[in-house]
């Protein structure tokens, strides 16, 4: 093999044929084996090893490509034996020595120089690494905990690149491997940082993997050492705040799925872990009052990891916490009401966990649901439905019976719509939904108000595939009626219900003439029309004072 690559060196006009022929031989390895013959050791030792030191150290710029090359086919060709289960040669330890040796010689050298031969060295340096760093490999190169030691010494003191963070991170995937890192010693900090620097690469894979051996780490940690979770999670605490108190919006989102996968896993150890969550709740007022600076995923994962978190506490401890987590609600909803549109898959996925653990969650949010309910009121009014849907999704579970009136108008209004609206299956099953979230807090028990509910919802049958949440629906209210629990409440319930009542038919007039107000031939409609405006008016505001009425005699 020694003949063939100083042949193959030595013959090639360029890099580009070298690279050529040497992807050819690869390939032609591959092919013997599967054809069952042996394949011989790549490795060698004696003058052409020499030779291509030299070569390496950058002299001759394409001489050293073609080397490095060369060297780069030796490590894919002896990795291709180990996978099939052919021994390592013995002169691999003396043949990476030299090689690595010389590499990071080279690079030292080259460090405030420009030099096109960088990029290659620093690839060859993490492909050697890559195999000598297999613990069967290994346990051959002898050399290899020295050679490790001084590339991550020689990386420290370099630029951060894409080369030196990939160098990096499979050097500290084979030291997790051979040991933890505890932040509570000095000497492991430098190790820990260079992970967190990971973190926050802007290539996903390193961040991810290096989130992952992070996690890794501490739970090796936690079974000899109950402090080393709650450690570990103040401390990424301390480090997501900063980062926020700083005004950073870029690469939190890993972090976020760190904390998450922390909580996790906390949740599966046998003994009980304490923590001083006081810094977190912070940490989650600064981010959400600046949500309109993050993009979505980080968003995502805030939420995700405030979701585990209460989850994690249990409905017991969600109560104890309930102080701290409505000031988070309450920064969430300072926001504009376009960042919680964009945001709204987060926001209900929040807010269904909290409900759960909190049954009286949304009294936390009740004054927010209000100025919801009045945006898209004035949306509808204003027949702008694009994110109508969205805003429905979120009020569906800020329901609850401190707002069950405002909800209702807010169905009203939504029955105004015209059937060409009904087309939006979203806008549809969001409707739905909140009606059927609406029954079930039981909100609404009068007999009148059940039934124009009915037969709206019956009327969506009609209007796309929504039969099982229908089905659900005519089952609620069917079972309030026949049971008798459906009362009415007092004098007020019932004029509200029939204000609601003429509200229902007056919207069916409505329909009945829509064919004439959609056909631009029939011009002698406009004073029907005008007159069904007027008496709609009318009726919505009297059910406004009504409503108005009954707020003031609650409160009194």
């Known amino acids: 093999?020694?003949?063939?690559?100083?042949?193959?060196?030595?013959?090639?006009?360029?890099?580009?044929?070298?690279?050529?022929?040497?992807?050819?031989?690869?390939?032609?390895?591959?092919?013997?084996?599967?054809?069952?013959?042996?394949?011989?050791?790549?490795?060698?030792?004696?003058?052409?090893?020499?030779?291509?030191?030299?070569?390496?150290?950058?002299?001759?710029?394409?001489?050293?490509?073609?080397?490095?090359?060369?060297?780069?086919?030796?490590?894919?060709?002896?990795?291709?034996?180990?996978?099939?289960?052919?021994?390592?040669?013995?002169?691999?330890?003396?043949?990476?020595?030299?090689?690595?040796?010389?590499?990071?010689?080279?690079?030292?050298?080259?460090?405030?120089?420009?030099s096109v031969i960088k990029d290659d060295l620093w690839r060859t340096l993490r492909e050697a690494f890559d195999y000598i760093l297999i613990p069967d490999v290994a346990a051959v190169v002898k050399c290899h905990r020295r050679l490790a030691n001084r590339a991550f010494k020689f990386v420290l003191q370099t630029a951060s690149t894409e080369n030196t963070e990939q160098l990096i991170l499979r050097l500290m995937r084979w030291m997790c491997s051979t040991r933890t890192f505890d932040s509570e010693k000095s000497e492991d900090e430098v190790y820990l940082n260079q992970l967190r620097v990971l973190q926050s690469s802007a290539n996903d894979r390193i961040s991810k993997d290096a989130s992952d051996l992070m996690l890794k780490n501490v739970k090796t940690l936690s079974k000899r050492d109950l402090k080393a979770l709650p450690a570990f999670i103040n401390t990424n605490m301390k480090h997501l705040a900063t980062e926020i108190e700083l005004g950073a919006t870029e690469n939190l989102a890993r972090p976020f799925q760190l904390m998450k996968a922390t909580f996790d896993a906390s949740s599966r150890f046998d003994a009980n872990v304490v923590i001083d969550l006081v810094p977190l709740w912070r940490m989650?007022?600064?981010?959400?009052?600046?949500?309109?600076?993050?993009?979505?995923?980080?968003?995502?994962?805030?939420?995700?990891?405030?979701?585990?978190?209460?989850?994690?506490?249990?409905?017991?401890?969600?109560?104890?916490?309930?102080?701290?987590?409505?000031?988070?609600?309450?920064?969430?909803?300072?926001?504009?009401?376009?960042?919680?549109?964009?945001?709204?898959?987060?926001?209900?996925?929040?807010?269904?966990?909290?409900?759960?653990?909190c049954p009286d969650f949304y009294l936390l949010a009740s004054e927010n649901a209000v100025r919801l309910i009045?945006?898209?009121?004035?949306?509808?009014?204003?027949?702008?439905?694009?994110?109508?849907?969205?805003?429905?999704?979120?009020?569906?579970?800020?329901?609850g019976e401190a707002v069950g009136h405002k909800v209702e108008s807010l169905i009203l209004r939504i029955v105004e719509l015209n059937d060409s609206h009904w087309g939006d299956a979203s806008l549809t099953q969001a409707t739905l939904r909140l009606i059927h979230r609406h029954l079930s807090r039981g909100c609404s028990k009068h007999p009148r108000i059940l039934q124009i509910l009915l037969a709206f919802t019956q009327h969506m049958r009609t209007m796309g595939e929504h039969g099982i949440l229908v089905d659900r629906i005519e089952l609620e209210i069917g079972e309030i009626l026949s049971t008798g629990n459906a009362t009415a409440l007092n004098a007020d319930y019932t004029l509200y219900a029939e204000e609601l009542k003429a509200y229902v038919e007056l919207r069916g007039t409505e329909i009945q003439q829509g064919g004439q107000r959609d056909n631009p031939d029939k011009q002698d409609t406009a004073p029907a029309e005008d007159t069904a405006k007027t008496k709609r008016d009318e009726v919505v505001d009297a059910i406004k004072k009504k409503l108005k009425s009954m707020r003031q005699s609650a409160k009194t």
Request: aromatic share 8%.
């Open 1 to 114: 093999m020694a003949e063939f690559l100083a042949r193959a060196v030595n013959d090639a006009p360029n890099v580009t044929k070298l690279k050529s022929t040497l992807d050819n031989k690869i390939d032609g390895i591959r092919q013997e084996a599967e054809n069952g013959f042996d394949t011989p050791s790549s490795i060698f030792l004696g003058p052409l090893y020499d030779e291509m030191l030299i070569a390496l150290g950058g002299e001759d710029m394409q001489n050293a490509q073609k080397w490095l090359l060369a060297t780069s086919f030796v490590i894919k060709s002896e990795d291709f034996r180990y996978r099939r289960g052919l021994a390592v040669s013995e002169s691999a330890s003396e043949f990476f020595d030299g090689i690595i040796a010389k590499i990071l010689d080279t690079l030292e050298a080259l460090e405030d120089k420009p």
């Open 284 to 357: 989650f007022d600064a981010f959400f009052e600046q949500m309109h600076k993050y993009d979505s995923n980080t968003i995502k994962q805030a939420c995700d990891l405030l979701t585990v978190v209460a989850k994690w506490l249990s409905p017991d401890l969600v109560l104890v916490n309930i102080p701290y987590l409505g000031g988070i609600i309450a920064k969430i909803f300072d926001n504009d009401v376009d960042t919680l549109v964009q945001h709204s898959q987060c926001m209900e996925d929040l807010f269904a966990v909290m409900n759960e653990l």
């Open 374 to 399: 009045d945006t898209l009121i004035g949306d509808i009014e204003r027949s702008n439905l694009k994110d109508a849907h969205k805003l429905i999704g979120i009020i569906a579970h800020m329901n």
